[in-house]
């Protein structure tokens, strides 16, 4: 009998979404068929060694499995049809969605005369495979491709493509035991805007506990990469989120989460003198048409609050309404400053298919 019980769907698609959503990448080089798109740069040695040692575990832990199946009689999971497959293995399927989002700040802009909405359409495909080398430990790997097409700054439209692995351990089946895990992601995105093509990359630990029937808490703590064409968008930062779900009903699913990240923040607007002073770096922005606008990167804090709703019409068709708060907050603040930085605000409908 398996240890690990699976995810709800639910939540499974709310962070597969919100992944793709957040998303600011580029190519990794071990994607030969993505040959249109240029290959990264070298990871920084502190996530190469976190990936690598995710990578070993999974492998050993494979290893062990698979030694041990060759030394004892497995149980096999029978199929309707009268196929016989290892029970350590689960179903593949694919997994899709279609979204639409309007954003009321796509520049990120401080001042109200920079603040420039856009409403943007979305489709992404997702390969998941999950691998069960041992009665408490649960392996899962995910492969995506998807785009998104803004409505008026095309220069923010992208494509995407990535990989992300996932190793999860849970000491018992006790509907109260804790599934502790271990996730590292690489994702690559092509830009309309040449400066945002770029490289992403994050590691994290994670613990979801269920605590009650109807609610289940999720926390992680991750650090996140960019390597850009531009310095302005090569940025790093530190996170930690909390995501809680609450069942209404067998079909609805409503959720929370909160984030707070620490490092690096970017901003577009026109050229003032406290922006100026607070960047470390900043570029011609290639995304939108007036040429006075400006990207700036600087240190600072960002608060995300996440409110939603997921309504399942089946075990393979659901719909997700979500609202999203951002706001973005200047480590050093002058003392001409008006505002506390910027503050968006991103309302989603994305439609989610299970194959």
Known sequence: MLQ?????AASIWHLTVSHLRLAYSKSVSFLPAMKFLPTTKIVPTRITHAMLLMGLIICATTVNATEQANATEQPIAVEQTGTAKPSYFEDLSIRADVGFMADDNVTRAKNSADKLSDQSLSVNANLPFTFMPSKHVRALFNGFLG??????????????????????????????????????????????????????????????????????VFGALTHHQRDAYSKVFTIAEEAARL?????????????????????????????????????????????????QLYAYRFNGSTVLATLGYNHGFSPNHALDFSWRR??????????????????????SLVYLMNF
């Open 4 to 8: 690990i019980n699976p995810l709800p």
């Open 147 to 216: 785009g998104e097409k803004f409505a008026h700054y095309d220069g923010l439209s992208r494509v995407s493509a990535g990989v992300q692995g996932e190793l999860q351990y849970r000491h018992s089946a006790a509907f109260f035991a804790p599934i502790f895990a271990l996730s590292g992601r690489a994702v690559t995105e092509r830009y309309q805007s040449k400066l945002r093509d770029s490289s992403r990359y994050s590691v994290s630990v994670s613990m979801r506990q269920p605590v009650t029937d109807r609610i289940q």
């Open 243 to 291: 995501n809680l779900d609450y069942l209404l009903s067998p079909q609805g699913t409503i959720y929370m989460s909160g984030e707070y990240r620490v490092g690096d923040i970017v901003s577009t607007g026109q050229p003032t003198l406290e922006l100026i002073n607070l960047a470390e770096v900043y570029a011609s922005d290639d995304a939108f048409t007036d040429p």
């Open 326 to 347: 951002i706001e973005s907050t200047p480590e050093q603040k002058k003392n001409y400053s008006t505002s506390s930085g910027y503050v968006v605000n991103q309302f």
